[in-house]
């Protein structure tokens, strides 16, 4: 898009390029400043040029070795801090002015090219301009081309903004200089628009003052590339907290919190196998090869390791492996330059312990829900957990989420070949069933195929066929390795042998919720779940272990007067039982 002096343009909230190019041998400084909405900006540090080329948000940085008769600057929005609303596009020259510039143009570059591109027209001899400006608007960025200029340099820009300028002492002035050229040089005044509208209307500029001669008095003060002092810029991770090449000393390393470079300094460690990586001490020789580990660092890391596994051990247990907690404590094991595999290892049965109870909370209400199982994926992934009790874990969570959405209505679709179908339904589930109907000489199975489609349920046989409309159908349920539907006619229900009864159930539950529309919104729970606080008691009280046979794996919450008979979802009603001890239990009290 072609902008012309005014107009505005909406750019993508990503990282972009702006380059600066003209035709000439003129070397251009490029700069930028980020200002807050008062138009100024909140220190020095929010001034990048060549002295600061990156800011320390790292929003702007500017490219110290650009194409010859470029200049340019990487500008990532995302990284741009709250309090700056604008950031402003400028640049200088030491040697001429930007009226001698042929081809003078800034464009603006995304990941797909180029997206804006202001050729600068009508230069004032000015030493300094600013080009256009990023800016905020209805929580979008936009692109504005301004093309002002200042003819104090960039010291005159710089100032205009709030920027500290150090001045160098005047020299003497002669007696015979003239009232005309003891003139401050004025800056040229701004173009710009009055509204946001389209079409980028201007108001008129004031008529700026015919520029006298500079003398050796009125000539504005330089600026120096050693004006700003700005802080080092921050580590390539800015949100990591951990020790990084001190900026100021390359043989020492400086610690970063996360938020700016500390006082906390260290040696570099020596990665000579003969020393200890932690201390850089010599280590003792063994006598058959090898080195002994590092006595003083290995007594201080067991004497920390045994506070710090309770702390994290708390940390895990209350706001979780995704809270900023969790974070501090993996951070004071890098402060102690402990390996954080170390850590982990420590940490490994409490870790384990603790997914356990995830997925018993999980499966307390009979569903799995997707923070759930992302929940438990971060704490396997954090504590970097494995072995074949993890694995059965991560299946049955899987397990458990896919059910739950089955019965929540989320249900596959199949193909049907030879079935004849209303134009508006569709087939979920079409599987080999075995009917199993009670006759007076004892049971009758009959083998066919169950049809699920989004209107009825469909069994067919030899010799037989069965066609249940799901507004017939009261409920669903797996009993024994069959699934039983009842409906509100006596002779209405039905009971089918399948091979997996759980997931043919969740399916049939989910036809049947779709159908009578009674299927839950994302994110609400059944009105029988049990609250964070009661299982955390039942939990405490039980010992995390089956009460049956004491078994620490595959643990459920049970209900000891089943919910059928009337029994309540409060902890004197609660009780920890594994797979096992739950399922020889059944429905008894």
């Known amino acids: 898009m072609e902008l012309r002096k005014g107009a505005h343009a909406p750019v993508p909230t990503s990282l972009l390029a702006v380059v600066v190019s003209w035709r000439s041998e003129h070397a251009v400084d490029a700069h930028a400043l980020l200002?807050?909405?008062?138009?100024?900006?909140?220190?020095?540090?929010?001034?990048?040029?060549?002295?600061a080329p990156r800011h320390a948000s790292q929003a702007v940085t500017l490219?110290?070795?650009?194409?010859?008769?470029?200049?340019?600057?990487?500008?990532?929005?995302?990284?741009?801090?709250?309090?700056?609303?604008?950031?402003?596009?400028s640049a200088s020259l030491d040697d001429a002015t930007f009226d001698q510039l042929p081809d003078l143009t800034l464009t603006v570059h995304a990941a797909e090219g180029p997206i804006a591109e202001f050729a600068v027209e009508g230069i004032e001899d000015v030493q300094a301009m600013m080009f256009g400006e990023f800016y905020r608007r209805d929580g979008q960025w936009r692109f504005r081309a301004i093309g002002q200029g200042w003819s104090g340099g960039?010291?005159?820009?710089?100032?205009?903004?709030?920027?500290?300028?150090?001045?160098?002492?005047?020299?003497?002035?002669?007696?015979?200089?003239?009232?005309?050229?003891?003139?401050?040089?004025?800056?040229?005044?701004?173009?710009?628009?009055?509204?946001?509208?389209?079409?980028?209307?201007?108001?008129?500029?004031?008529?700026?003052?015919d520029r006298a001669p500079h003398t050796a008095a009125t000539r504005p003060p330089a600026l120096t590339r050693r004006v700003i002092d700005v802080p080092p810029p921050p580590p390539s991770d800015p949100d990591y907290a951990d020790w990084h090449p001190d900026p100021d000393n390359p043989d020492q390393l400086r610690w970063w919190d996360g938020d700016e470079w500390t006082s906390s300094v260290r040696p570099h460690p020596r990665t000579h196998g003969t020393r200890c990586h932690r201390c850089g001490n010599p280590l003792r020789r063994k006598?058959?090869?090898?080195?002994?580990?590092?006595?003083?660092?290995?007594?201080?890391?067991?004497?920390?390791?045994?506070?710090?596994?309770?702390?994290?051990?708390?940390?895990?247990?209350?706001?979780?492996?995704?809270?900023?907690?969790?974070?501090?404590?993996?951070?004071?094991l890098r402060f102690h330059r402990i390996d954080e595999d170390h850590g982990r290892a420590v940490l490994r049965e409490a870790g384990l312990t603790h997914v356990?109870?995830?997925?018993?909370?999980?499966?307390?209400?009979?569903?799995v829900f997707a923070d759930e199982l992302e929940a438990f994926e971060h704490v396997v992934s954090e504590l970097s957990l494995s072995g074949g009790s993890v694995d059965d874990l991560r299946r049955r969570m899987h397990r458990g989420r896919t059910l739950s959405r089955l019965r929540g209505g989320e249900l596959p679709a199949v193909t049907t070949p030879g079935l004849h179908l209303d134009p508006d339904e569709r087939v979920h589930l079409d599987l080999p069933?075995?009917?199993?109907?009670?006759?007076?000489?004892?049971?009758?199975?009959?083998?066919?195929?169950?049809?699920?489609s989004s209107k009825k349920l469909r069994f067919v046989g030899d010799g037989t066929g069965i066609e249940l409309p799901w507004n017939r159908v009261v409920s669903v349920h797996p009993e024994h390795g069959t699934v039983v539907l009842a409906a509100t006619s006596a002779r209405g229900g039905a009971t089918f042998g399948v091979t997996d009864p759980d997931y043919v159930a969740a399916a049939l539950e989910g036809a049947l919720r779709v159908s009578k529309r009674l299927v839950l919104t994302p994110g609400q729970r059944d009105s029988r779940s049990i609250s964070q606080d009661v299982k955390a008691q039942v939990w405490q009280r039980d010992g995390g272990v089956c009460v049956e046979c004491g078994d620490g794996h595959y643990l459920e919450f049970d209900h000891i007067i089943p919910l059928s008979r009337g029994g309540a979802t409060s902890a004197t009603n609660l009780q920890i039982l594994c797979r096992a001890c739950n399922r020889a239990k059944g429905a008894r009290i």
């Open 63 to 89: 490219d110290q070795e650009p194409a010859p008769g470029t200049a340019r600057l990487s500008v990532s929005l995302p990284r741009t801090e709250p309090e700056v609303a604008r950031i402003v596009i």
């Open 356 to 367: 356990e109870r995830m997925v018993a909370f999980a499966f307390a209400d009979g569903e």
């Open 154 to 209: 960039l010291t005159g820009l710089a100032t205009e903004f709030g920027v500290t300028v150090d001045e160098p002492a005047p020299r003497p002035v002669p007696i015979r200089a003239s009232a005309s050229t003891a003139e401050t040089p004025s800056r040229i005044p701004a173009a710009l628009p009055d509204n946001d509208s389209p079409d980028g209307d201007l108001r008129r500029p004031r008529p700026a003052p």
């Open 287 to 332: 006598f058959f090869g090898g080195h002994s580990p590092c006595k003083d660092c290995a007594a201080e890391i067991e004497e920390f390791l045994t506070h710090w596994h309770n702390r994290a051990r708390r940390v895990l247990t209350g706001p979780g492996t995704q809270s900023p907690e969790w974070t501090e404590v993996w951070a004071a």
């Open 35 to 51: 200002v807050t909405e008062s138009g100024l900006v909140r220190g020095d540090r929010d001034f990048v040029f060549f002295n």
């Open 433 to 452: 069933a075995v009917h199993v109907r009670m006759l007076a000489r004892g049971p009758r199975n009959t083998e066919g195929r169950l049809i699920a």
